[in-house]
Structure formats: structure tokens, C-alpha cells
């Protein structure tokens, strides 16, 4: 089988613009397991993206669990990108009519200082480039319907990418045990989802470094001023009408997403 790079971004096209999930990519327009063509169909999507006047302010990390690496059968994380709109302010409300799937999870964002150019990227190399920290909340979201996914649908669907929130009291590097922090993502003042640092590649800075270096070696390097989410520390939630969530990270303080109850 040969990968349809146009009919699967025609197909992810068409379920932002009606709303409607499309079924799974694999098989029937990419073959299982091409990331190659998965990463194709991203960049097809960013280039349209970009073309129509969205910015890129970033970049996210995915698949940085072990056990979720091992549910799709990789070794590796995957990426997408941020664009301007996708930033929710903390706390605002979000219909979730605006998107199709959602669920949260608790992240660190690292906010760059300096560019990070190189293709092999060190622990030191991000620590030098980190400007600051943020408490996130990213909001994941799917075109494919029921979350059928695989590795190459979450890819070529920009990594299942939906909206992200960040906290609003920055804290350096240097505060913050990325290894030991804890994560709870509340939902009613109710734990829904634990985790820590070390469930993020080991530590959120070996998955930025990992991102970093991938992303120079494809030509598109993360750049002083961008947002990188570097992955969650805990299972995500799926999303309930009207409810808000808050992720509490231990040196990071706290960031809310509120969601409405989404009627007409």
C-alpha cells in the first residue's frame, strides 16, 4: 500500500470544518506504522495553517509514557505543534462544542530563553535554553472518531492537539524538581488523575532535549519564545460538560480549565 498524503489531510480538513469525526487513517490511507507519511500529513496540515495566517508559538511532546508507548507498540514519543490560538487564558471558559473529543492531562510547559538549533540536543543544552516554567494543562482532542487511534493516526492528526492552558506565576528551572514533582488533576476538588516528573521519559527535560533534537533534525528548530509542552505526568481525563479541572504540580503551583456546559 502506498501512503494517500493528500486524501488523509483531506480527510482531518474535513472533519475540522464540519465537526464530524472521520474514521481511521490506517490502513485505508497510510500504511500501519509509516511514520514517515504519518509526519507528511502533519506537515501538509501546519503548512495550510500557515498559509492561512495562524502562528506558531511551539511545539508538544507525546506518547511519553512507557506504558502508553507500549499500548501502540513505539519506542519513541511523537511531536505536533502550538499555534497562537490554540492558548487558552487560565480559568476562561471553553464550550466544548469547539471540539470533538476532549480530555486533559497534566503538564510542564518550558518556555525558551534561547533557540536550540542543534540535532543532538543535551539535558544541559535545555537547561541553558529554559527561560522559565509553567503549571499546563494541555487539552487533548481527536478527529478520528471514538479515539480509534494508532501511532500513525495521533501523528498525522498533529498529535491528537486540541487547546492548551498555562498557569500565569512563572518559576525557573532551578526551583523545581522536574524528576520528583507530583501532578493531581482535579476535577470538583477530586483527584481524577495522579502522576510525577519521573513518568515523562524520566524527567520532562529528557523529552524536551528529545523533541528538540528532532525538530532540528527535520529543519524546523524550536526558537527563543516558544512553548514547549513537554508531555503528561498523569492519565488523561476525558472531558464532562460544565465541569472545570485544576492541575496542581509540587513547585509549580496550580492552572485551571473551566468548560461550559456547551447548550445552545
Same mark, same amino acid.
Given at each position: 500500500?502506498?501512503?494517500?498524503? *493528500?486524501?488523509?489531510?483531506?480527510?482531518?480538513?474535513?472533519?475540522?470544518?464540519?465537526?464530524?469525526?472521520?474514521?481511521?487513517?490506517?490502513?485505508?490511507?497510510?500504511?500501519?506504522?509509516?511514520?514517515?507519511?504519518?509526519?507528511?500529513?502533519?506537515?501538509?496540515?501546519? +503548512?495550510?495553517?500557515?498559509?492561512?495566517?495562524?502562528?506558531?508559538?511551539? !511545539? *508538544?511532546?507525546?506518547?511519553?509514557?512507557?506504558?502508553?508507548?507500549?499500548?501502540?507498540?513505539?519506542?519513541?514519543?511523537?511531536?505536533?505543534?502550538?499555534?497562537?490560538?490554540?492558548?487558552?487564558?487560565?480559568?476562561?471558559?471553553?464550550?466544548?462544542?469547539?471540539?470533538?473529543?476532549?480530555?486533559?492531562?497534566?503538564?510542564?510547559?518550558?518556555?525558551?530563553?534561547?533557540?536550540?538549533?542543534?540535532?543532538?540536543?543535551?539535558?544541559?543544552?535545555?537547561?541553558?535554553?529554559?527561560?522559565?516554567?509553567?503549571?499546563?494543562?494541555?487539552?487533548?482532542?481527536?478527529?478520528?472518531?471514538?479515539?480509534?487511534?494508532?501511532?500513525?493516526?495521533?501523528?498525522?492528526?498533529?498529535?491528537?492537539?486540541?487547546?492548551?492552558?498555562?498557569?500565569?506565576?512563572?518559576?525557573?528551572?532551578?526551583?523545581?524538581?522536574?524528576?520528583?514533582?507530583?501532578?493531581?488533576?482535579?476535577?470538583?476538588?477530586?483527584?481524577?488523575?495522579?502522576?510525577?516528573?519521573?513518568?515523562?521519559?524520566?524527567?520532562?527535560?529528557? !523529552?524536551?532535549?528529545?523533541?528538540?533534537?528532532?525538530?532540528?533534525?527535520?529543519?524546523?528548530?524550536?526558537?527563543?519564545?516558544?512553548?514547549?509542552?513537554?508531555?503528561?505526568?498523569?492519565?488523561?481525563? !476525558?472531558?464532562?460538560?460544565?465541569?472545570?479541572?485544576?492541575?496542581?504540580? +509540587?513547585?509549580?503551583?496550580?492552572?485551571?480549565?473551566?468548560?461550559? *456546559?456547551?447548550? +445552545?
Amino acid at each position: 500500500m502506498s501512503a494517500d498524503i *493528500k486524501g488523509a489531510a483531506a480527510a482531518l480538513r474535513q472533519a475540522y470544518a464540519t465537526g464530524v469525526a472521520c474514521q481511521p487513517l490506517r490502513d485505508d490511507l497510510l500504511p500501519a506504522g509509516d511514520l514517515t507519511a504519518a509526519y507528511a500529513v502533519q506537515q501538509a496540515q501546519v +503548512s495550510d495553517w500557515l498559509a492561512e495566517g495562524r502562528r506558531l508559538v511551539g !511545539a *508538544k511532546v507525546g506518547l511519553t509514557s512507557r506504558a502508553v508507548q507500549e499500548a501502540f507498540g513505539v519506542f519513541q514519543p511523537d511531536f505536533g505543534v502550538l499555534f497562537a490560538d490554540m492558548a487558552v487564558p487560565d480559568g476562561a471558559e471553553i464550550d466544548p462544542r469547539t471540539l470533538m473529543q476532549p480530555r486533559v492531562e497534566a503538564e510542564v510547559a518550558f518556555v525558551l530563553g534561547r533557540d536550540l538549533p542543534y540535532d543532538q540536543v543535551t539535558v544541559a543544552d535545555v537547561v541553558r535554553a529554559t527561560d522559565h516554567l509553567l503549571p499546563a494543562i494541555e487539552i487533548v482532542d481527536s478527529r478520528i472518531a471514538n479515539w480509534d487511534i494508532s501511532i500513525v493516526d495521533t501523528v498525522a492528526d498533529n498529535a491528537s492537539s486540541g487547546r492548551y492552558v498555562l498557569g500565569t506565576s512563572p518559576r525557573r528551572l532551578g526551583e523545581v524538581d522536574l524528576r520528583l514533582c507530583g501532578a493531581v488533576l482535579e476535577q470538583g476538588g477530586e483527584p481524577v488523575s495522579v502522576g510525577a516528573g519521573a513518568a515523562c521519559l524520566g524527567n520532562p527535560l529528557h !523529552a524536551v532535549a528529545w523533541l528538540a533534537g528532532t525538530l532540528a533534525a527535520n529543519g524546523r528548530p524550536l526558537r527563543a519564545g516558544d512553548t514547549v509542552l513537554s508531555g503528561a505526568l498523569g492519565p488523561m481525563v !476525558a472531558v464532562t460538560p460544565g465541569a472545570a479541572y485544576e492541575a496542581r504540580i +509540587s513547585g509549580l503551583g496550580s492552572v485551571r480549565a473551566c468548560f461550559s *456546559k456547551g447548550g +445552545s
